[in-house]
């Protein structure tokens, strides 16, 4: 059994090196971008969980507001109020502010 040594002549080594650098160049740039693709997704994430917090938050404001006005638009519950928060008090009234 013969071993046969094949040398590479000087073309064949650069094609390799240069077949080498173009390998590695695309696998570092393929690298990049997931990295880059996988930050973006982890802040739009946070920003999401931002933001529904955020709405929540304005659901339970818009239904405050919404019994706000319903209670405003009785008569007994403004005067009511008026009593409490402006010690406004009609002939007879008599008020004890207790804080």
Known sequence: MEVVIIKKTKKEKMRLVLISVVLVS???????????????????????????EE?????????????????LQDSDYIARYAKEKFLYSQDGDIILRMD
């Open 26 to 52: 695309m696998f570092g740039v393929l690298i990049n971008s997931v990295a880059s693709d996988w930050l973006e997704i982890m802040d739009n994430n946070h920003q999401i969980k931002q933001l529904t």
């Open 55 to 71: 709405y929540e938050n304005m659901l339970a404001e818009e239904e405050k507001l919404k019994s706000d006005v319903t209670k």
